[in-house]
């Protein structure tokens, strides 16, 4: 059984075992934001999501993170659909998300319907990275 539900203080050290690039400051704002969520398998962590907003106006994914034992089974879909149904709940049409041209990601979104949007390529140092694939998705009421 999934269940999503929003991160709690409690789930930090799931979360940035998970979660690399965020710090335990970062997670605690992003918990009294309300903009993380985890995804609950049979009531056990699966997968986790976080998110901030594009031109303070449009939810941007920036994270989506399932744990190894759970790919594949559905949790990433659900968690993003939870997600857009809360997105559009909350008035917002439109969705985004990112992520790197080396990574597999990119079809999982374009088969939840998120269409490219474009890409980034990072060449300074310290930043150089494959580019980074911009994917956008329309919410409908």
């Not at 997105?87 to 080396?102: E, I, K, P, Q």
Request: contains cysteine.
């Amino acid at each position: 059984m999934l269940h999503m539900r929003y991160a709690q203080p409690g789930d930090e050290a799931f979360w940035l075992r998970l979660d690399r690039h965020l710090t335990k400051e970062g997670f605690a704002q992003k918990v009294r934001d309300k903009a993380a969520y985890l995804l609950l398998k049979d009531k056990a962590p699966a997968a986790l999501l976080r998110y901030n907003l594009f031109w303070d106006s449009i939810p941007f994914c920036n994270l989506l993170m399932v744990v190894e034992e759970s790919r594949g089974t559905g949790c990433g879909r659900a968690l993003m659909s939870g997600w857009e149904r809360e997105m559009r709940a909350s008035g917002h049409r439109l969705v985004l998300t990112s992520t790197r041209a080396d990574e597999s990601a990119q079809h999982f979104y374009r088969k939840l319907g998120y269409q490219d949007a474009g890409a980034l390529f990072l060449r300074a140092p310290g930043y150089a990275q494959p580019a980074e694939l911009f994917f956008a998705k329309e919410l409908h009421p």
